[in-house]
């Protein structure tokens, strides 16, 4: 099956208690069971739920892994993952990441006795030496955020293997219909679902997919005992953002494109961070791993200041200030202030991000507009 059809079909059947085409919204805490001590395939909704399986079984075949995993947020997967370390075990990260988890790597890391290497994982040199015999895990995040740096997975794949290191990746910004890391030789994807498989600004959600049997046992495991689980009611919108994807991705990747080159000439930019430029460094493996170039970009302009930023944003009317990327609305953020405002100054600066870069999620409203929204905004 295609992609654009597993939006529709993959692993999405009619409910089997009416035939309905959407899966109904579960909204029940427990569920009758014949007789005490009788195990059925629900019986908790903190274990499992019909609505949040439906989701979850979407995921896992749109990232071709055997089992999905939902919990309440993008970083609640993420924590799920830690919990597969254990305390003075080692792991390995990409150093431009999105700023909730370097905080969580670094903070709650730090609690649990875990060391965390931020290395720079274009240097495929510098993620071997990191390796010793206490490295548990690769965890790496492509695009990146907000630096939108491309990273190898095939390669990272291959160095994690030699070892037996678990490879995670935080596929987020890219989504299952741009790259899919499983089928390129990764462990575990992770997904902030509010993003663009929700698609629409209305939920919080994150998924994990895998494709190792006593690996998703693990996770399961963890899912239930944690108990921080997708809800039914986001399950059920973030199923009805997977029909769309597809669409929805071809819009956000063709107007990003536009935008791109647009503001790569205009005279007060100096710098646009995209991996479409035939100048990006990982330009290449973009082309390679990515099906497209994504809905996500940075830049900065040539003043590269905070209050010139934050006055450039006020002065947009289609991108709206707000935290958080991948839905059919265009929106606008200063990393340094928003997404990375827990870093410090000197941390920001060592992985490429100025006090004044902006990123920008580019939704799929016209493009033209768009553009008229940012050429008006620069023009002061």
């Not at 009317?317 to 200063?334: H, K, N, R, W």
Request: with cysteine; proline share 4%; charged share 20%.
């Amino acid at each position: 099956m295609k992609f654009n059809s597993k939006t529709i079909h993959g692993n999405q059947n009619p409910d089997k208690a009416y035939a309905s085409v959407m899966p109904p919204i579960y909204q029940t805490s427990t569920y009758v069971i014949p007789e005490a001590g009788v195990k059925k395939a629900y019986g908790y909704s903190r274990t499992a739920n019909p609505t949040r399986t439906a989701f979850e079984n979407a995921m896992a075949s749109l990232e071709s892994g055997d089992a999905g995993f939902a919990f309440a947020s993008g970083m609640a997967a993420i924590d799920a993952v830690m919990r597969l370390i254990k305390p003075k075990e080692e792991v390995i990260v990409s150093r431009d990441l999105y700023g909730g988890t370097h905080r969580l790597f670094n903070k709650i890391g730090a609690i649990n006795a875990i060391t965390f290497h931020f290395v720079d994982m274009m240097n495929l040199d510098e993620v071997s030496s990191k390796i010793n015999e206490h490295t548990k895990m690769i965890w790496a995040e492509t695009p990146t955020n907000p630096t939108m740096q491309i990273l190898d997975l095939q390669q990272l794949a291959e160095i994690a293997k030699q070892h037996r290191l678990l490879f995670a990746v935080d596929n987020t910004f890219a989504s299952p219909y741009l790259q899919r890391p499983l089928e390129l030789g990764a462990d575990i994807v992770m997904h902030s679902a509010t993003k663009y498989i929700g698609g629409h600004s209305d939920i919080v959600a994150g998924v994990l997919v895998v494709r190792d049997e006593e690996l998703a046992n693990q996770i399961k495991f963890i899912q239930n005992a944690t108990g921080a689980i997708c809800g039914p009611m986001d399950s059920f919108l973030a199923l009805r953002g997977i029909k769309t994807l597809h669409v929805r991705m071809q819009r956000h990747c063709e107007n990003t494109a536009q935008i791109a080159h647009f503001l790569a000439n205009h005279k007060k930019v100096s710098k646009v961070l995209w991996p479409g430029f035939n100048n990006h460094p990982n330009h290449e493996v973009a082309k390679s791993q990515m099906h497209d170039f994504g809905g996500m970009l940075s830049f900065e302009t040539k003043d590269d200041s905070l209050v010139y930023s934050k006055v450039l944003l006020k002065r947009l009317t289609y991108f709206v200030t707000a935290e958080s990327l991948g839905g059919v609305e265009s929106l606008a953020g200063i990393p340094a202030l928003m997404t990375h405002a827990g870093m410090s100054g000197e941390q920001r600066q060592s992985i490429g991000i100025s006090e004044g870069m902006i990123r920008l999620s580019v939704g799929i409203e016209d493009v033209e507009d768009l553009i008229q929204d940012l050429a008006i905004a620069l023009d002061f």
